[in-house]
């Protein structure tokens, strides 16, 4: 199976949020605005920390998604697309020459 991507979640969520289907959590976070899927973010990342300070493994996997998942929302909200970010911390990784030298041993 070819690896889910966040640039899908993203084009997922951009979808579900002008549905108008009253199902969608994502439509309803989006008509409630940036303070309540900000405070979501934020409940999101408090309970990755939680099960990442008990070593929960199981629980960090799911918190971190609806951590992302949350995240993407904020993001789009917000009217900021996930390329800004990769390309942010595409920037990043140039300061370092790290991606360079992580590429470099890809080759071999
Ligand atoms: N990845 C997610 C995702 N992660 C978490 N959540 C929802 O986030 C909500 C909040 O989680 P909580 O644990 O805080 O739930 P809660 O206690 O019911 O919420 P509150 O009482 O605190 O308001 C839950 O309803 C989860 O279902 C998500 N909802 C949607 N997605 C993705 O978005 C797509 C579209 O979803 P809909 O918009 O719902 O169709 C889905 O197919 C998924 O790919």
């Known amino acids: 199976m070819a690896q889910f991507s966040l640039a899908e979640l993203e ?3 951009n979808q579900r ?3 108008g289907d009253p199902e969608s959590w994502t439509a ?3 008509a409630k605005g940036i303070d309540k899927a900000a405070q979501k ?9 939680i099960a990442a300070v008990r070593n929960d493994k199981k629980a960090l996997v799911s918190e971190s998604a609806d951590l ?4 993407l929302v ?3 909200i ?3 697309p996930l390329s800004d970010v990769l390309k942010e911390l595409e920037t ?3 300061r370092s020459g790290i991606a360079e030298k992580a590429s470099r041993q890809d080759r071999g």
């Not at 973010?41 to 920390?49: D, I, Q, R, Y």
């Not at 992302?68 to 995240?71: Q, V």
């Open 11 to 13: 084009k997922i969520i």
């Open 17 to 19: 949020a002008h549905s």
């Open 28 to 30: 309803k976070l989006f």
């Open 41 to 49: 973010l934020g409940e999101e990342a408090v309970e990755t920390v």
């Open 68 to 71: 992302i998942y949350h995240w």
């Open 74 to 76: 904020v993001l789009g």
């Open 78 to 80: 917000a009217g900021v």
């Open 92 to 94: 990043r990784t140039g």
